[in-house]
């Protein structure tokens, strides 16, 4: 259940106030302290990943003010809602990861349609999802990963992954989707507990996104199988991808996206996306985010909500083939 939070009057737009201030808001924005909410805590990949973005984007706005809100809750919808019912003045924005995609799947209740109560602005960055092995698990290819487990008795492995309803665990879905393989499923609070159990030798693999893992895998205290990526990333160019391991169809990462209220000028969140197009653009920036893990993208407004149309439909699909339930 979304949690439900009394909006302070001034973040609310009233029909009679909404045109002026998006005539202002292109021509002036920000000439005021711009709120860009996450809904997440302080220090997750997702928070550092939209405060990367921002330290990016005050120089080239000379004078501007960004204030994070970490307003953790719901899968992130706490603060989802909140900028969904702001003023569509470019006052209020959302800094989110693709579960987003996920939340209309996995919620019975949902305060908001994340197809059309959020306006996409930029996805600006992505980080592959993962399959990684305890260094001691037999298996050093997807191929014989498969076979191996074929030979275990059902649901005698398991994996290990970050949540329910998370891109990771949706990951190892594909996976089982395409090899009908049967594994059980222990979910963690955080992806940093899920690396850390298969470091420690208490689960033989962990699905994570390659930001979360790529120390560890550096370190050789886990090793990499395949990236659910189109191609092989720049950060572990010896990992090969699911597609090149004879499963095309397993494709799945961590993005991260700014939002902005529904009725947003179209103008300015171009504008706003154009910048972000500029940060990402950065050699110094693309740098500080490959320490991350991530990896640039720039999906302007149409183009990431298009992607955000796909991901909702696909992931109900794939959600009901697991035999996941809403909550």
């Not at 980080?127 to 076979?147: C, K, Q």
């Not at 895998?217 to 092989?232: D, E, K, N, T």
């Not at 991350?292 to 183009?303: K, T």
């Amino acid at each position: 259940m979304i949690a439900r939070r009394t909006l302070l009057a001034a973040t609310l737009a009233t029909p009679a106030l909404a045109k002026p201030a998006l005539a202002q808001s292109n021509t002036e924005w920000p000439d005021r302290p711009v709120r860009i909410l996450i809904g997440f805590g302080a220090g997750g990949v997702s928070d550092v990943a939209t405060r990367l973005l921002l330290e990016g984007l005050r120089p080239r706005l000379p004078g501007s003010v960004f204030v994070v809100e970490n307003r953790s809750g719901a899968s992130g919808m706490v603060a989802a809602a909140l900028v969904a019912r702001a003023a569509p003045d470019g006052y209020a924005l959302l800094g989110a990861p693709g579960t987003i995609a996920i939340v209309p799947s996995m919620m019975k209740t949902q305060q908001i349609d994340v197809l059309k109560d959020l306006a996409p602005i930029n996805l600006f960055a992505t980080s592959p999802n993962v399959l990684v092995v305890h260094p001691d698990f037999p298996a050093r290819t997807v191929a014989e990963f498969v076979a191996h487990v074929k030979a275990k008795p059902k649901d005698e492995l398991a994996y290990a992954h970050s949540g329910i309803g998370t891109t990771v665990q949706l990951m190892m879905g594909m996976v089982t989707q395409a090899t009908g393989l049967s594994l059980r499923d222990i979910p963690y609070r955080s992806s940093s507990e899920s690396i850390a159990a298969c470091v420690a030798g208490q689960v033989p693999m962990v699905a994570s996104s390659t930001n979360s893992a790529l120390s560890f895998i550096q370190a050789g205290q886990v090793r990499a199988l395949a990236l659910a990526s189109p191609r092989r990333s720049s950060f572990l160019p010896d990992v090969p991808t699911f597609a090149e391991s004879g499963l095309p169809s397993v494709l799945s990462d961590t993005w991260f996206g700014l939002f902005a209220p529904p009725a947003t000028d179209p103008a300015l969140v171009q504008r706003i996306s154009t910048l972000c197009d500029q940060v990402m653009a950065d050699p110094a920036m693309r740098q500080r985010f490959a320490l991350l893990g991530a990896e640039p993208v720039g999906l302007g407004p149409a183009a990431f909500a298009a992607l955000m149309a796909r991901e909702v439909a696909s992931f109900r699909t794939l959600t009901r083939q697991m035999g996941l339930q809403p909550e």
